[in-house]
């Protein structure tokens, strides 16, 4: 993994300044490369707030999710895994949340998760297809665009909004 001019990546002041002039991006070549990224940046993340995970399926946002748990809460990769049909997962004794909004068509169906409590948590609440649902998102918060490329490898940018 490495980002554009290092090789080992940790956010700079764009995360916590996002008005300014370069993006963070990182690219990761194996799955392994994407789990340690997000592991990395699970130190440089606020402790409380929300992060969207942006990509199209298969772009690796369940891959990341895995490392920046994993970097928070100590959990294993392969205790974490995909919200897609339970919604919301909660690791490290509520520090994280991990919630998957790819199956939910309507913002009245989100009403019901309660997921303003949450946001009002000391926690870090990453969300999945979070930005489907733009108005019901909080600002600030991070986003982290996923791209695949070939095979394994990835393009992640992390931006402030």
Do not use: C
């Not at 001019?5 to 799955?31: G, H, I, Q």
């Not at 772009?59 to 748990?69: D, E, F, M, Y």
């Amino acid at each position: 993994m490495r980002q554009e001019t290092a090789r080992a990546p940790r956010l700079d002041a764009a995360l916590l300044f996002p008005y300014a002039e370069s993006v963070p991006t990182y690219k990761t070549a194996t799955e392994a490369d994407t789990i340690e990224l997000g592991r990395r940046l699970a130190t440089d993340l606020p402790a409380r707030g929300t992060v969207l995970l942006i990509g199209n399926l298969g772009a690796g946002k369940t891959t990341l999710a895995k490392g920046i748990v994993g970097g928070r809460t100590g959990a294993p990769a392969d205790d974490v895994t995909s919200p897609t049909f339970t919604l919301i997962h909660e690791y490290g004794e509520g520090r994280v949340y991990h919630i998957d909004l790819y199956r939910l068509d309507e913002p009245r169906q989100i009403a019901t998760l309660g997921l303003d409590e949450l946001f009002e948590r000391d926690a870090l609440v990453l969300i999945e297809w979070g930005e489907r649902f733009p108005e019901l998102m909080p600002r600030p918060r991070t986003e982290i665009h996923l791209r695949a490329g070939g095979g394994d490898a990835r393009e992640i940018e992390v931006t402030t909004v």
